[in-house]
Structures are given as structure tokens and as C-alpha cells.
């Protein structure tokens, strides 16, 4: 028989009641323990900064009573809701990248209630503004940097073996536990795995009466094994299709105080945001999520607005200056109009500057080259400095486009790429842009090899799983300012 009564896969095992005791109430510790120090901080700072503001522009040091209780009150807001959050557990302190956007949120939050409660307890003219910029500012540092140093402390001490997010049992054959080893290196994540079953292999031809005999003593030896850990929960890493032998197992390590759970299918190892969701009585597993909710379209939409509002009025000079250029240049209309897929693969009119002397807009269209002789003088300096982008700010007011997004090509050329690239259409799940995060990566212009529209489309999709304001600020001030923006814009 292929079984390992004895077998660990944890670098430090720890295993009895008294060390299953010792990790629980360390983790208990541990998020009590900064829960506590993000009250203590704020806290802090309100009374530091209150004082050293009052110091130097008055000479005194102020009335400390009610800086502590704007520290109080910022600190219970701010505390309680990430406790609410579940954000004070130990595998959220993996790592540092996820809470740089949750505490930034959460810390501006907490500034609107503060500026809330003052108005509305007409206690607002009481504190100095500049104060209360000096408190938020120099807080919002405090705390990324507390946040920092406790995922450093927690990194080092798991390595040391002295805490762990959950301890884990796996159940499966060999090959199953090392593909779910090698794909998610639980360690990485605090999770230490205290011990493993390999599940006995039984020849195909053997009747089912024998396999079910074979399945019983390991389980059997497993609920030892698992009674001698006392891990949190148990894997089961077994095909979900097999659901005589998922049945079998769960019926057994029901009798035992622990978490029971399935282990991954290799074809979620596709999608980064698996969740089991619950409408009513229904239950499923969601692959994916809407490439953006309806708070973030909502916020994405209001930003397009102010910003193409803004910049049409500020350019507005730009315009008529190009518009009768182009009229003194070359014979033709000033705008180039050509249809394209927007959103949901939902065709519309895109509007650019003529820069060349055809309008093509049918079945069939020729990608602009480099040094193309289609385009006219002015053409090739409007296409230089992308200024004949700037009349898609009017396509951004109608809804049509974003200001930033994977930029839409022509009907044909799209039809095209979708039979030859993998998840091409997946563009067409966001509004296209203006610019992109492809275009300031210099991926723009003549596509003459699929390779090229590869590299666009990864970056694109890059963009839609990733999106966020800071982003689509950053590409901005990039097309702009960056030598990249330019790259290839002929």
C-alpha cells in the first residue's frame, strides 16, 4: 500500500494540541496586537502634529483635549471598519501591494466622515485647516509605513516558523499534491502544511468493492494522521467529477473539528478571481467578474467628463488653428470619420483630423505605413505629435470612448484579428480610448505580424484586469510626457 503515515511536507511541523493551541492564540494576538497600534498611531499623530502645528505658527502648543478627540474619533472609524473588513488577519499581511490602494481608501474615508461630523456638530471652524491637511498627509505616510514594517515582521517570523496563517492537511496521490504545491507554494502565503496522505493507486480492472476497501483504510489512516496534527482544514485534492470518493471523504473528516475543503480544478488555474457566489438559493462558481463594477464605470465615466470638458476648452485655440490648416493643406474634409467597435463590440463613429487624402471606411482598408503616400504634409506632423487624437475628446463627451483604453481599430482589421488572436474580443469588454497602455509601451502603429497585435492585446487586457484612476493618470501624464507616447506615431 502507497500510504505515508508519517510523511510532512512543513519545513517546521508542528503538530499536538498544546502547538495548535500556541498558533491560534498567536494569531489572535496578532490581530488584536495591530488593531490596537493603528488606534495608539492615530491617536498619536493627531496630538503630535496638533501640537507641533500650534508651536510653530502660534507659539503654543494648543488645545491638546481636542486634538485627542479628533485622534479618537479618526481612530474608531478607521480601526473598526478594517476589523469589520476582516483586514487585521494574518494571511492579509503576506504582502505589502494590496494594502497600499485599502489604506489609502479607507484613510480618506475616514477624513470625509471627520469633515462630516465637524460640519454637521458645527465644530469644523474650530480646527485649522492646515492642521487637518498636516494630520491626514502626514498619517496616511504613518500608517503605509506601519503597514510595511508589520508585513516585514510577519514575512520574518513565518520563515522562523513562528506564526502561520493556517495549517493544512492534504489529501490526494502524489501527483495531485505536488502540482498543488508547485502551482501555489502555500508558504508563500503563511500557510504551512503540518502533513499529507497519499491515496492508494488501484488498478482500473480492480472491482469497486476493492476500490472502495482501499479508499476506506486510507482514510482511515488519514483521520489518524489528522487527529495526531490537529491542522485547521483539510484539502481534498481529487478530480470534482469523482464525487463517490468527495462524498466519502467529507462523511469521514465530518467527525473531526475541522475546515473541509476541495481543492482546485486545473481549469481554474486560468482565471486569477474564482469566487463561490450565492444568488438566493442558488449556488455557483464564478470565473470571472465584470471587467469593471458599476461604482468603477460610474467613477471612470465622471472622470472622462471633467477631463475631456477641460481639455476641449483649453485646446479649443488648437483646434480652429489645425481645422483651417488642414482646409489651407490639402482639398477635403477636416475630419477623418470612420466606424469602429466601441463597447460590447458596439459600432460607432470615431473622429480624427485628416492626415491623409483617402476617407476609406469599407471592407476592405489598408493600414496607414511609415512614410505612406497617402499622407498629406500637415498629416505627417499631426500624426507626429498625436494631435489628431484631439478631436476624439468629442467621441469621449458622447459616451462613445474613454480617455484611456485599448485603442479601437478598424471594422475589418477587427474582424480580422479575432480569428487570428487568442481573447482579442476580450477588448471590446471596456470602452476604447484615446490612448492605452499598449500605445505608451510603444505599441502603436503599422501592425505588419500577428506578433505585434500579441504584444497590443496582452497589454491591453493587462490594462482591463488591472484598471484603477492611478492608472489611467499615469498613462495620461505618460502619452504626454514620455518619449514613449510618441514612439511610432507616424
Request: glycine share 6%; with cysteine; charged share 20%.
Amino acid at each position: 500500500m502507497n500510504t505515508h503515515p508519517n510523511y510532512t511536507l512543513a519545513s517546521q511541523p508542528q503538530t499536538g494540541r498544546f502547538l495548535r493551541a500556541r498558533v491560534v492564540m498567536l494569531r489572535g494576538t496578532f490581530a488584536a496586537s495591530i488593531f490596537l497600534t493603528d488606534i495608539a498611531f492615530i491617536i498619536a499623530m493627531s496630538c503630535l502634529t496638533g501640537i507641533a502645528y500650534h508651536l510653530i505658527a502660534y507659539g503654543e502648543p494648543g488645545n491638546i483635549a481636542l486634538f485627542l478627540q479628533v485622534g479618537v474619533v479618526a481612530a474608531s472609524i478607521f480601526a473598526v471598519s478594517n476589523l469589520f473588513r476582516s483586514e487585521y488577519r494574518l494571511p492579509n499581511f503576506c504582502t505589502f501591494k494590496p494594502h497600499a490602494w485599502r489604506t489609502t481608501q479607507l484613510w480618506n474615508v475616514t477624513l470625509i466622515c471627520l469633515l462630516m461630523a465637524g460640519f454637521l456638530a458645527q465644530t469644523s471652524v474650530v480646527y485649522s485647516r492646515a492642521w487637518v491637511v498636516l494630520f491626514y498627509v502626514t498619517t496616511l505616510f504613518g500608517l503605509l509605513v506601519l503597514r510595511y514594517s508589520v508585513v516585514r515582521i510577519t514575512t520574518l517570523a513565518r520563515s522562523a516558523g513562528l506564526i502561520s496563517a493556517q495549517r493544512i492537511f492534504l489529501i490526494g496521490t502524489g501527483a495531485q499534491v505536488n502540482a498543488f504545491i508547485n502551482r501555489y507554494t502555500p508558504w508563500a502565503h503563511g500557510i504551512d502544511i503540518v502533513g499529507c496522505r497519499f491515496i492508494t493507486p488501484v488498478a482500473a480492472t480492480v472491482s469497486a468493492q476493492e476500490r472502495m476497501a482501499a479508499l476506506d483504510q486510507d482514510f482511515a489512516e488519514a483521520v489518524a494522521s489528522v487527529r495526531s496534527l490537529s491542522p485547521d482544514a483539510v484539502f481534498l485534492l481529487m478530480p470534482w467529477s469523482a464525487t463517490e470518493t468527495i462524498q466519502r471523504c467529507a462523511d469521514t473528516f465530518l467527525t473531526l473539528p475541522v475546515e473541509i475543503h476541495i481543492g482546485p480544478e486545473p481549469i481554474l488555474y486560468r482565471f486569477e478571481d474564482v469566487n463561490l457566489s450565492k444568488l438566493g438559493p442558488m449556488t455557483s462558481l464564478q470565473l470571472t467578474r465584470r471587467p469593471l463594477t458599476r461604482l468603477e464605470i460610474a467613477r471612470k465615466h465622471v472622470f472622462d467628463l471633467i477631463l475631456a470638458a477641460v481639455a476641449l476648452i483649453a485646446l479649443t485655440p488648437l483646434l480652429i488653428a489645425v481645422a483651417v490648416l488642414i482646409r489651407l493643406d490639402s482639398p477635403g474634409p477636416i475630419f477623418f470619420v470612420q466606424r469602429r467597435y466601441g463597447f460590447n463590440q458596439e459600432p460607432f463613429r470615431i473622429i480624427k483630423f485628416r492626415t491623409m487624402s483617402s476617407l476609406d471606411d469599407g471592407p476592405v482598408i489598408a493600414q496607414a505605413k511609415r512614410d505612406d503616400p497617402r499622407l498629406t504634409r500637415l498629416g505627417r506632423l499631426l500624426r507626429r505629435w498625436n494631435i489628431d487624437e484631439i478631436p476624439q475628446l468629442f467621441n469621449v463627451l458622447t459616451g462613445d470612448m474613454s480617455l484611456v483604453g485599448p485603442r479601437p481599430h478598424a471594422l475589418s482589421h477587427d474582424h480580422e484579428y479575432e480569428q487570428r488572436i487568442s481573447l482579442y474580443a476580450r477588448r471590446h469588454n471596456v470602452k476604447p480610448g484615446i490612448t492605452g497602455w499598449a500605445q505608451i509601451h510603444g505599441f502603436r502603429g503599422e501592425i505588419d505580424s500577428d506578433e505585434k497585435m500579441r504584444k497590443r492585446v496582452e497589454h491591453d487586457l493587462f490594462y482591463i484586469d488591472n484598471w484603477s484612476l492611478w492608472l489611467d493618470l499615469k498613462i495620461l501624464f505618460r502619452t504626454v510626457f514620455s518619449a514613449a507616447g510618441y514612439r511610432n506615431a507616424r
